[in-house]
């Protein structure tokens, strides 16, 4: 809504007190950048595709906007660094990386208003380390909408919006939401219990041969055997999650 790419059919968004409407469409683009979930680069140098972010940005300005991002390291490892064209001779980033260049990107551009999309959905653990140290040099003295499921990108918000089902059931701040009774409190009860889970490698206890029979069992429902995993052995835990079964394997060599 805030780009404008539906209006709204009740009420209005304003910008400084202008319905946005109002506002002319590039003028209205200088004001917002975007790091979307999903990640968009041209066919074309790290530079460039940084530089869409500000055309006529100076390379200073270019090398600060990615050291502000955590990317500027693994461009000066890669083949041509800044020049290296995206896809050629093999070159690919990872999905947090790619994230980070879109995070220069907005750096660069500097608009007052900044919408994320899930900004850290395809980052590993070391990834998001870095996507949320990028994003804080991005968010600052700027008006900052965040689109997230994964609660930890958003526990530091000034104003935290729950949806369910399209309509909004929840505002607050998270050290209310996370202790009041609903949607977020079990989300964040979730996210937080799930740290806890452990893969035990000592099975001498006897509720762990009850395990080792349930998995063995589980094994043979399935038609598999030792010999599908080679000449080691795999232990594991079947956990339910909602309608899938899910191995979570962890090797022993005999």
């Known amino acids: 809504l805030i780009p404008r790419f539906w209006d709204v059919e009740q009420g209005e968004i304003c910008i400084g007190g202008v319905d946005i409407r109002r506002i002319a469409t590039a003028k209205l683009m200088d004001m917002v950048s975007f790091v979307f979930q999903d990640t968009f680069l041209f066919y074309d140098t790290l530079y460039e595709n940084i530089t869409v972010g500000s055309p006529v940005a100076t390379k200073e300005k270019v090398i600060a906007a990615a050291k502000a991002a955590q990317c500027h390291d693994f461009i000066e490892k890669l083949p041509q660094g800044y020049e290296t064209r995206i896809g050629d001779k093999g070159v690919f980033l990872s999905g947090g990386e790619a994230q980070r260049i879109c995070v220069a990107r907005a750096i660069l551009k500097n608009a007052p208003i900044l919408v994320l999309d899930e900004a850290t959905a395809f980052a590993d653990p070391e990834?998001?380390?870095?996507?949320?140290?990028?994003?804080?040099?991005?968010?600052?003295?700027?008006?900052?909408?965040?689109?997230?499921?994964?609660?930890?990108?958003?526990?530091?918000?000034?104003?935290?919006?729950?949806?369910?089902?399209?309509?909004?059931?929840?505002c607050g701040i998270h050290d209310v939401l996370s202790t009041a009774e609903g949607v977020y409190k079990n989300m964040w009860d979730a996210y937080t219990n799930a740290y806890q889970w452990t893969l035990n490698k000592n099975w001498k206890t006897e509720k762990n041969h009850e395990r080792k029979e349930l998995i063995e069992q589980n094994f043979t429902k399935h038609k598999l055997s030792r010999r599908d995993f080679g000449d080691g052995w795999f232990y594991g835990e079947w956990i339910a999650f909602t309608h899938l079964w899910l191995i979570v394997d962890t090797y022993y060599s005999t």
Do not use: C, P, Y
């Open 127 to 170: 990834n998001e380390h870095k996507m949320q140290m990028a994003l804080q040099s991005l968010i600052k003295n700027k008006t900052v909408i965040v689109i997230a499921h994964r609660l930890s990108s958003i526990v530091s918000a000034h104003q935290i919006v729950v949806m369910k089902e399209g309509r909004i059931v929840q």
